[in-house]
């Protein structure tokens, strides 16, 4: 008997490292499905040590530091107050955390899966970074306030599995409602900043980008994708004659193309399972002589690269025929690029990000919008029209 319990013990001894480290690994994909390096490591610095500015509506909110230093990391946080962060939008001492964290989403994760992260984050090397926590406008910095903005907004997620669909589209929707919290850009928001849960997925803004309607409109959302060219674009960051540029470009490199290509047809199965919005209006077309004034100026600035019917370069140069981001009914991501340029997501799969030079210098406002209004209007392309004054440096 005794052999017996010996043999026991240290079989168990042995297995203890290897579920260690299967916690560890199960910890850093999270972060990985989570995006987490997207705000919490700042430009050139280490890894989560946080410090980077993120912008909101209503001011700037610094990223925390979540490297295990034990003054400004999360070296003496407790599993509890870890967990309470994560997934409830609580700080250690019980105040609220400000929702630019997406705890409403990562309410999804379990507390497992909230021991899995820390112990992950418990093997950075510890960095001293100090981090204010938030810059926002009075009375957004009165953090006592967010007790009303949680009663409204951070809902208890709806329960998975959904027996009436399979495991690919229950994997994606954990993921896409969950962690990858595709809905805190992808969502419009109200004016204290929360989801419209009615329409989510139906296209947002965020730092001044559109983030594009995600379900199954034809024109401005999904709805004319394949499954396997959306997981090509989170992989890739190319697809469907898209790239992805601005905050979508960090996504794809940062969470998208690490993920397992399982998790990217789970997200694209999921996603093409969405149905597109009510029929809305259609928008009135700009007039003839705008037309020809972006046409003109299209074929003399655009066309060399995005062709002279707006069909691109697989891969180079997006195609803005048929494109639902240049149909999107805000025209700030198109005003911008033409404005600043944007460079392509750059992945191991697609090492060189395709760039565009900006035009704010060569051409004036009435030109950007005249050039903005005839993509959004030709070849089939039907959007509302761009004002000079809708042109902000």
Not at 15 to 44: F, K, S
Not at 151 to 173: I, T
Not at 209 to 222: E, F, H, Q
Not at 246 to 275: F, W
């Amino acid at each position: 008997m005794k052999t017996v319990l010996c043999a026991a013990f240290f079989l168990l001894l042995a297995a203890l490292p290897v579920r260690a480290e299967e916690r560890v690994a199960a910890g850093q994909y999270l972060t990985i499905l989570g995006d987490c390096a997207a705000c919490h490591t700042p430009p050139g610095g280490a890894p989560f040590s946080g410090g980077r500015r993120i912008p909101t509506p209503f001011g700037w909110v610094i990223a925390p530091n979540l490297t295990p230093d034990r003054e400004t990391g999360l070296g003496a946080w407790s599993a509890a107050a870890f967990d309470g962060a994560l997934r409830f939008g609580r700080r250690p001492d019980g105040s609220f955390l400000y929702p630019a964290h997406p705890f409403p989403y990562f309410a999804r994760l379990s507390a497992e899966d909230s021991a899995a992260i820390r112990a992950f984050l418990a093997t950075l090397p510890p960095v001293h970074q100090p981090a204010r926590g938030a810059d926002l406008s009075f009375p957004f910095d009165l953090r006592f306030l967010l007790v009303f903005w949680d009663a409204l907004y951070a809902k208890p997620a709806p329960p998975l599995p959904d027996p009436s669909h399979d495991a690919l589209w229950n994997r994606g929707a954990f993921i896409v409602t969950g962690p990858g919290h595709c809905g805190a850009c992808h969502t419009p928001k109200t004016a204290l900043g929360g989801d419209i849960a009615a329409r989510a997925l139906n296209g947002g803004v965020v730092a001044g980008w559109v983030a594009p309607a995600l379900d199954g409109d034809r024109r401005t959302g999904l709805g004319a994708w394949r499954e396997d060219e959306i997981a090509h674009f989170l992989a890739t960051g190319a697809a469907h004659g898209a790239l992805a540029s601005g905050p979508m470009a960090e996504v794809v490199t940062l969470s998208g193309a690490r993920m397992t290509a399982a998790d990217r047809a789970a997200i694209a199965h999921y996603l093409k399972s969405l149905p597109p919005p009510p029929p809305s209006q259609a928008a009135a077309p700009p007039p003839q002589a705008a037309m020809a004034a972006g046409e003109g100026l299209y074929r003399l600035r655009c066309a060399p690269c995005h062709g002279r019917d707006g069909e691109g370069t697989t891969g180079l140069f997006p195609r803005l025929a048929g494109s639902a981001l240049v149909q999107a009914s805000n025209p700030a991501t198109i005003l911008r690029v033409i404005l600043n340029g944007a460079r392509a997501a750059a992945t191991d799969a697609a090492p060189t990000g395709a760039a565009m030079p900006g035009f704010a210098g060569a051409l004036d406002r009435a030109e950007i919008a005249a050039i903005a209004s005839y993509i959004r209007n030709a070849w089939g392309n039907a959007a509302p029209a761009v004002a000079a004054g809708d042109v902000t440096p």
